[in-house]
């Protein structure tokens, strides 16, 4: 199974010491379910950031007399 590639899904087989590895047809590895759970968890504090970002500002935009609504 080692370098196998399905012929109807395209996907690669790889076997490390570790794991399995699966890698897409354009090469990529797919990844790991603790991957994919942080990578979700890394976009999550991003968009909590810019939602606090955007937050200040329109404080700021309301505090000199601007309604950000109306822009």
């Given at each position: 199974m080692v370098g196998w590639?399905?012929?109807r899904?395209?996907?690669?087989?790889?076997?490390?010491?570790?794991?399995?590895?699966i890698y897409r047809p354009d090469g990529d590895r797919?990844?790991?379910f603790l991957e994919l759970d942080?990578?979700?968890q890394q976009e999550r504090q991003r968009?909590?950031?810019?939602?606090?970002q955007l937050e200040a500002l329109r404080a700021l935009l309301q505090e000199r007399g601007i309604n950000?609504?109306?822009l």
């Open positions: 590639v399905s012929p899904l395209g996907v690669r087989f790889e076997l490390t010491e570790e794991e399995l590895q797919f990844l790991t942080q990578q979700r968009a909590e950031q810019a939602e606090a950000p609504d109306q």
